[in-house]
């Protein structure tokens, strides 16, 4: 389940690149980390060029990716795998740039976010016990 946000600054991504982006990342988060696809969400945001800095500098454009993942599910391996994996897709959809391309996975403890109102424990704690998850 997990939550991704990816931005852009500079020239206004049109919408194959949106598109690319968000399949990219859906595949990368279930080939790479195992998660379930049709639970991944990723929102893209703009920023104009300018509106980003990098050393305090500003830069014409600029891609970064945040993501939400549910702590313990995930190896130190795979992870650095996914943000290689993240990189690379970022620049090849948008082009590098002057700022450092960064990708963060965030893991959050089960208890602490879910989806349609149910934690992630909530929901492990149903499949073991043999309910709906």
Avoid: C
């Amino acid at each position: 389940m997990p939550l991704i946000q990816i931005s852009i600054a500079g020239p206004a991504p049109n919408a194959g690149v949106i598109q690319k982006l968000q399949h990219e990342t859906t595949r990368l988060m279930r080939d790479v980390l195992g998660k379930e696809a049709a639970l991944t969400v990723v929102g893209i945001s703009h920023l104009p060029g300018g509106a980003v800095s990098a050393g305090g500098e500003p830069v014409s454009a600029a891609v970064w990716m945040q993501g939400l993942i549910t702590a313990g599910t995930n190896s130190d391996m795979e992870k650095a795998a996914f943000i290689a994996a993240a990189r690379a897709m970022l620049v090849d959809a948008v082009g590098a740039s002057a700022a450092p391309t960064y990708v963060a996975l965030q893991e959050l403890p089960a208890t602490d976010w879910g989806y349609d109102g149910r934690t992630q424990a909530g929901r492990r704690e149903e499949r073991l016990a043999g309910g709906a998850a």
